[in-house]
């Protein structure tokens, strides 16, 4: 279960904490016995003790809220998000190869969600989505970008599936791709309003219940990012 | 860039130190400087160096290999699966739900390969992807489990893709998903079997570049685990 690549103690101390979280059914947010607890109840020291919290809370499976105590975390991506984003600066020269593998996973995201969505948003429009749109569009009008409504438009599509963990790797990927892409330039107006009009057809085809149209459409609203890292085309779309 | 919740010294430590290693260029399996350097290049004290450390090995940023040193880490998946599957253990009244979660990315996933895997193997036979079906054939029969067979059939796929972060992401999440299966009970003789054939129809369906066929074997092969955890049926196909 704990892959930690240290040998000793400290791997010994952190499975210790697991152990300890298991054998009381602590959940996601409930609070953690106090250090001396901690300290008494797996027999390491204090010090050990303070190291396996840091890896724990690295890995967002402890949180230490200063003031108040240790909680357990979220188990959430960021762990995932930090190390991609900073796997992407590290690699500057190949920012557009690390943003092509982004952008791909995405696709392939939004493409496997899609027999889902068409069937659950298919014969009746949905206001949020609606709303999310025509403010994308709005905005691509005054030239202006639109992140906000572009993340609230996936994590809105992931939700409507009712899987919260697909809906945090959608937005794991969001995160990713918005750090690493400013490096690359900023969008232009035709961009942004190729971006949104193809959110837009996405909408438009999941509620036509017209699944060839709705993947149509999500490959081409990748076009533009794509198009700014010089690709030749759109990732191949299945016609 | 750095998501740390805690403030203070080991925020700005672990800052220094990925400051360091992007103005060095360093890259993954670089050896990272001595203990020493890093004290009198960033200015901190060893034990709040030694803490970001920690935090960064956590984060598979760096990698401590004892007795030899300190090295850029590899940024992989690591974190992400340890978190996820620790999510799992620690809601095990909840275990059908996280598998059904993690069945379904696995699916949008997999439907998300779909159009670029038809497109790479249609008209000629891979001779690796048929070795690994065959072996899972042959062990079904014997009334044994493919798992070795089963993680190599699905990262070769997306190996095909030649995106290797997608490659992670479908390793990741296979890894997940078998540390968190066997607590359900093990698969029958008729499970593996099905499992079994409907990779083989995966694959002859991609070499036959029939890609709603191949979606449908893609659907099918999760179906004995669906099956397992009491869902009604298959996830809703694209049909």
Redesign the interface.
């Known amino acids: ?7 000793g103690g ?1 791997w010994r101390t952190t499975t210790a904490i ?1 152990e300890l ?2 054998a009381r059914g ?3 947010g409930d609070p953690m016995p106090t250090e001396s607890e901690l300290v008494e109840t797996t027999g390491v020291s204090r010090s050990k003790l303070r ?1 396996a919290v ?8 402890l ?2 809220r ?1 003031g108040t105590g240790t909680f ?1 975390g979220q ?13 992407g ?3 500057p020269g190949d920012d557009a190869t ?1 943003l092509t ?2 952008v ?2 995405r ?10 969505i068409v ?1 659950r948003l298919a014969g009746r429009d949905d206001t949020e989505l609606r709303a999310c749109v025509q403010a994308m569009v709005d905005a691509a009008g005054r030239g202006e970008s639109f992140t906000t409504e572009d993340r609230t438009f996936h994590l809105t599509l992931a939700e409507r ?1 009712g ?4 809906g945090e ?1 959608v937005a794991a990927f969001w995160d990713i791709h918005m ?1 690493v892409a400013p490096r690359l330039g900023l969008a232009g107006a035709r961009d942004l309003t190729d971006t949104a009009l193809a959110h837009e057809r996405m909408l438009d085809a999941a509620i036509a219940g017209d ?1 060839d149209a709705y993947r149509a459409a999500v490959v081409d609203h990748y076009t533009p990012i794509l198009r700014m890292l010089g690709q030749p085309g759109p ?4 016609a």
Do not use: C, W
């Open positions: 279960m704990d892959h930690d690549p240290l040998p400290r697991k979280m298991l602590l959940k996601p190291e840091r890896t724990l809370t690295a890995l967002d499976i949180e230490v200063h357990v188990m959430s991506m960021r762990p995932l998000v930090e190390g991609m984003v900073f796997r600066v590290l690699a690390m593998q982004v791909e996973v696709t392939g995201l939004d493409l496997g969600l899609a027999p889902r069937e599936l899987n919260d963990l697909y790797i750090t699944i990732a191949p779309r299945d």
